[in-house]
């Protein structure tokens, strides 16, 4: 049934929602801290698991797929409804710090993954 | 016309499939066609919405672009945090658990880095421009992490309304950059692979950033960085208003 994977999807999202709300209380901060990748921990745990088969197999997996399939339109829409107009009328301070974090952002991922690849190869070499 | 509006008002998010289906297809036309492929269709999808969400801005005075154009409301849903979140965790069906623990430390570091270096940029940026109180500057630092700890931290400051806008706009800056400049420049920063998504996700930070910008370089990578980037918000509203503020007020 594909609803049992549609089901067992927004039961992770809400799950992972309710956890990063309650990590956002318990640190005093007005915000979500994580929940949607919390939520997405959980649906990994789940198609990985053996006991949730029913849940992530044959027809109900297709549920998810479905989900999953349509980010990019709901990626689409979502650049639609962005405040373009804000973020332009901001002046050139919001866009001189804006540019700024990004250049230096991107400049930093290689860095960074290197530590990952360093890890991974010191765990691979005897 | 009045039959028209009905139809569309009452079926808003049917309209809104129907739009955004129509906005794709044409992208992937276009991606096909004039740039034979070069850039990527949905590359070309998002840039038309923001785009669109600016001329539906301008038109209408509004701040959800072009979901405030009444025929398009629907937009308005289909783009809005919960179709967003709930299409984020979808994508994360088929991960493979040895693959987020073997990027599990660079995650970490990556979303720590990522606030801290994006808050220093910020922060001098608006001290270069002359503010000179710890609360501009720190709100203004805030808005250059993403657009919500901006306004978090300035109203946890209290900052002026003008500073929290400022900080807004900052962030929204940098969430369109990252949308637009993440397919352009994910060959030479190394981002091809779960791990440097991770950290990417991590560095950046902002969700919609993140989500779109991945989405046009290569969707397989799509849940890697959402996973950390959703991190990210909460960390900065976390130190925004507290270490980082203590920092800075120190300094100044």
């Known amino acids: 049934m594909i609803v049992y994977g549609v089901a067992l999807l927004s039961a992770c999202l809400i799950l992972g929602m309710l956890i990063g709300e309650v990590l956002g209380v318990a640190l005093g901060v007005e915000a979500n801290v994580g929940g949607v990748g919390i939520a997405m921990l959980f649906l990994v745990l789940a198609s990985n698991s053996d006991k949730l088969k029913a849940l992530v197999d044959g027809a109900s997996g297709t549920g998810i797929q479905f989900w999953s399939a349509m980010y990019i339109p709901i990626v689409v829409a979502m650049a639609a409804r962005q405040n373009v107009v804000a973020a332009f009328e901001g002046g050139m301070l919001a866009v001189v710090a804006g540019v700024a974090a990004v250049i230096v952002s991107f400049a930093l991922v290689p860095v960074i993954s290197k530590i990952g690849n360093s890890d991974t190869s010191s765990e691979e070499s005897p | ?252």
């Open chain 2, 1 to 252: 016309m009045e039959i028209f509006e009905t139809v569309f008002v009452r079926n808003s998010l049917v309209v809104a499939f129907a739009v955004v289906g129509l906005t794709i297809w044409i992208s992937y036309f276009l991606a096909d066609k004039l740039t034979k492929g070069r850039i990527h269709g949905s590359a070309i999808a998002i840039a038309l919405g923001l785009l669109a969400a600016y001329f539906g801005g301008k038109a209408t005075g509004g701040s959800t672009g072009v979901a405030d154009i009444t025929l398009l409301g629907g937009i308005g849903l289909m783009g809005g945090g919960m179709m967003r979140d709930f299409a984020i965790v979808a994508t994360a069906f088929g991960v493979k658990l040895s693959e987020l623990k073997k990027a599990g430390l660079a995650g970490i570091i990556s979303i720590f880095a990522g606030v801290i270096v994006s808050f220093i940029v910020g922060a001098v940026v608006a001290v270069l421009y002359g503010y000179t109180d710890p609360v501009s500057v720190t709100t203004i630092g805030a808005g250059a992490v993403t657009y919500i700890v901006g306004p978090v931290t300035g109203s946890a400051l209290g900052a002026d309304s003008d500073i929290i806008a400022l900080s807004v706009a900052a962030g929204l800056i940098k969430s369109i950059l990252v949308m637009i400049g993440t397919p352009m420049i994910a060959k030479t920063i190394g981002l091809d692979n779960p791990q440097s998504a991770m950290v990417f996700g991590g560095l950046m930070g902002t969700t919609s950033g993140v989500a779109a910008g991945l989405a046009a370089t290569d969707p397989k990578l799509v849940p890697y960085g959402a996973m950390t980037a959703t991190f990210y918000t909460g960390v900065g509203c976390l130190l925004g208003p507290s270490i980082l503020f203590f920092i800075v007020n120190a300094l100044l």
